[in-house]
């Protein structure tokens, strides 16, 4: 009897740990091709789908498999492959997904595509076999019929609360603290250990340990795999909860990348102390106030809010031309934080650094700003909850008078719906929105005053700015400004808390452009 009531609770518990293993697997999968990838929701549609398309296959096998071999030998034994093969992925993945890297940065669009398929891929066995374990858990289990259903309800019930277990805990505590790669190791580890303590249980130690090498295998050859840095060239790289978070220095030049980075979230030059001028987008930022009526003197302005600070080179920017005026910048990783101020400089003591979301954080701010930024894209997507116009309203509630919002859109040469639909939205909130290219790259921004203003508007304080002691950057941003200005499009496009497709929209952008071969290349 008590063999039976520990041959119960053995099952159970290899059920509750297959079940955290799944779930951990699924999540932290997300942050495997996130790096390379990014986290739209194509990537996580992808995941999830052949997922559970892989674990319906395992729920069919198993339970077939648990009729033909009802022994809990051949359980234990389906276990220990399903995680050895799960350990297995990050370190056959590594090499892919390095050349997945190098082709994202060239565009390459086949071997981006190829690389996705083929990771995705190597998730086949592993989750196909822990999908068999709760199936073959209710055939062992069931011992009278009369019972079966509270014996079903059992096993998925635990493996639930297993699930639960492995979604929280990769995000919340594993990834940042021990990377990603390191994560699947963990979790194959645990439940190999299940399996092999389970056929020592019920085979004896001798036939476990036909099978002891498999948790040799992983750690050796995880000790030689993982050693390296998950990207090339990096000068610093490291994983957050919500972030890949990479700086790499090129020619004096440094950068920081986020996730599968095709954008430069911030830029410096250490040597100068300085983020460079030239044609980023970050400067673009410093027209915002020159919007209003001429002249705009350097010392009206006020409080700037920024939302999506990354590595402040905004906010740097800002206090060279404007002086040290009050900077409340919102970013929702600490870890960006830190990295911005160890790598970045980022130390100004007029920016107040705040941990929070840009959204709820400018809701609950106290203060009115001379120009709220909004910067915060995750290439090539913007948040959606930043894009309705609920949101536009909280910024212009956030403005002084003269106040201006700016804001980063991308676009392709020939593709400009998101800014219409921005643009669209802006104008339901603001009566006056401005459009200006950013030269070489695909993007643009748009302002927009909270009191009715003109376009010419700009021209006027360039030319005042002209025959003062203005600093010649500025007077080269506006001027650059002034000459990729356009024609901001009218639209009856409004997005919505309840309604803002942006992401639906993105992916059309995105997939008509590679179809189209790219073209339009800045």
Known sequence: MTRLITRERLIILAVFTAGMTTLAIEITAARLLGTV????????ANIIGLILIYLAAGYFIGGRWADRSPYADTFYRIIAWGAFTAGLVPLIS???????????????????VGSFISVLVLFVVPITLLGCVSPFAIRLSITETAKAGRTSGRVYAVSTVGSILGTFLPVLWLIPTI??????????????????????FESGARRMLRYAWMPIALIGLSALALSGPIKDGSLYETESSYNYI????????????????????????????????????????????????APVELDDLGRVGLIGLAGGTIAKQYSEIFGPVPIDGWEIDPEIIRVGREYFDMNEPNLNAIVADGRTGLEQSEHLYSVIAIDAYRAPYIPWELTSVEFFQNVAD???????????????AEDRRLIEALAGTIQAVFPSVYLVDVPGSFN????????????????????????????????????????????TPETDIVFTDDRAPVEQLINSIVLQFVLGGMEGLP
Request: a negative charge; zero cysteines; hydrophobic letters at 50%.
């Open 246 to 293: 990479q700086v790499v220095e090129n020619d004096g030049v440094r950068l920081l990348y986020l996730n599968e980075g095709l954008a430069e979230h911030s830029i410096y030059l250490p040597e100068e102390g300085a983020p460079p001028y030239g044609y980023g987008t970050w400067e673009m930022f410093l027209v915002a106030p020159f919007f209003n009526p």
């Open 179 to 200: 990377g990603t790669a390191r994560t699947f190791l963990l979790f194959s580890l645990v439940l190999l250990l299940m399996a092999l303590g389970g056929l020592a």
């Open 37 to 44: 990838f990014g986290t739209s929701n194509i990537v996580w």
């Open 444 to 487: 643009s921004l748009l302002y927009a005053t909270r009191e009715p203003t003109q376009a010419t508007n700009l021209v006027e304080n360039l030319l005042a700015l002209e025959g003062r002691e203005a600093p010649n950057e500025l007077i080269d941003v506006l001027n650059r400004a002034t000459a990729n200005i356009r024609t």
């Open 94 to 112: 590594r090499p892919v997904l390095r050349q997945a890297a190098v082709a994202v940065q060239a565009l390459d669009a086949a071997i981006m």
């Open 398 to 412: 956030h403005l002084e008078d003269r106040g201006v919002l700016a804001i980063n859109v991308g676009r392709t």
